[in-house]
């Protein structure tokens, strides 16, 4: 592996951020989901602890799926580069005044 240029450094961390709050995003709502039952029906006590346990090994099991899923594809993503992604547009005004279209 040769060095990584500044560009790439800067192009993993905003990686790495968005899959560390993406998943933290995710996780949450995947706790909520679970533990939200114990806000509306009245359970036993012990039936709450364990919904909040299963929520808390849901949120888990949620936020490494997706910082996996968002950093796995991140070097796949990286060798492609922009240019693969961006296809040029065709311009909307002809390219000089009095023309119809650019290949007038």
Known sequence: ???RSQ???DAMTVE????LVSAAFLAAVAFVAVTMTTVFIDLPRTAENVLVRIGAVVA????????VDVLWGFPRRGRRGPAATHRPQTPS??????RTSPDS
């Open 1 to 3: 592996m040769g060095r």
């Open 7 to 9: 560009e790439d450094r």
């Open 16 to 19: 790495i951020g968005f899959a």
């Open 60 to 67: 888990a099991v949620v936020f490494v799926a997706r910082l």
């Open 93 to 98: 005004q002809p390219s000089q005044p009095g």
